[in-house]
């Protein structure tokens, strides 16, 4: 794997979201500090995360098909900058409204990322995609683990809390030094073109995808785009729920119920893990299937017998096979069956997924309203159904679609 020319540029981008995780944690994680240098209350700390998402959802609209337009490279480093605007403009807000204009700048450099680094390892590793994209996943939860150990590093010595953003700040710094004068596939592409006189049209690097016959827009299309909202949703409502259902359903205590976010993100981790070793042996298609299987499965369970044994074992699958990177192994495929489109299908892919985590909680609260907590699980099995039946259509047009004996090595 590290004989491949992109590998460096690889791990200069998964660095990115080592501090993407910092970032997605750092307002909460310094919640106390930044209360009193804002000068408001908890509620206006979260009122300023919130636009985090806002930021996200304006842009990653567009920046995908200005990635495919104008490179991957430039979107990366887009996405760097705009980060460390973020950390520092935090950092020195005083104020709710510079906060959240500065959090509006994190959800920009987000979806900018996103636009740049999805299609770009796609396109570094056409026969490990899947492995490549789940990986990102696990920089993430790396740096979600590294923040909590800075943050009670800098409390402990009495340091101000603040460096705990410049050194996010600072990382991706250096790391936009470093990774300057390295290759990136489309880069790579362009250039070739040029020199033999192709168009730019030519130039796009597409993995040597070959077809039995044509996609069709209207029918993988629209399934990958209905996936990326409920692959999403899947997770993000147990995320949102699964304490509450424990203690109402389960009668668990309140530590007990709270722990099951912590079996569930066991689950989600060791997916990763187990994911990235097999998607190099297993189709994609089939990982999809199996995993969203599972995940229905495990949510019925869950709403079948709403016992605390079953809801620890439930929480764990679940994590697995919804959390794990299922989301990315359906990018990677819609990204086989539109190769020549990666950063635009990137952006409607993960925008419907942005609506999923708008539209989620508000459900929640109008199903535990209306039809009490046990239709919170029940809702959670129907979406994790429809998942499994988007992904037998994928399975089924893969195999009719894409012509895996003739791929390029």
Known sequence: MTSNRYFPTSLALYINYIIHGMGVLIISQNQNYLMEQWHTNLAGVLSVVGFIGIGRLIAIIISGPLSDKFGRKPFVYLGMLTYVIYFLGLVFSHSVLMASIFALIAGLSNSFLDSGTYPALMEAWPKQAGTANV?????????QFVLPLLIGLLTTTGLWFGWSFMVAAIVLVINMLIMWRMPFPDDDARSQAEASGQSEEEAVVDNGIRYKQQPKLYLEGVAFVLYGFISQATFYLIQQSLNTYGQQAAGMSLNDANLLITYYS???????????????????????????????????????????????????LIGFFAAGGVMQLGLTIMGEFFPKGKGTVTSIFYTFGSLASWTIPNAIGWFMENHGIHSVMWFETVLAAIGFVIAIIVFIRYEQVIDTSQREA
């Open 135 to 143: 990986l990102i996943k696990a920089f993430v939860q790396i740096g």
């Open 266 to 316: 066991v689950g989600a981790l060791a997916c990763v893990a187990v994911t990235a070793v097999i998607a190099t042996k297993v189709k994609s298609t089939h990982l999809m299937l199996g995993y969203t299987f599972m995940s229905f499965l495990s949510a019925m369970g869950m709403a079948m017998f709403p016992v605390s044994a079953m809801l620890k074992i439930g929480a764990v």
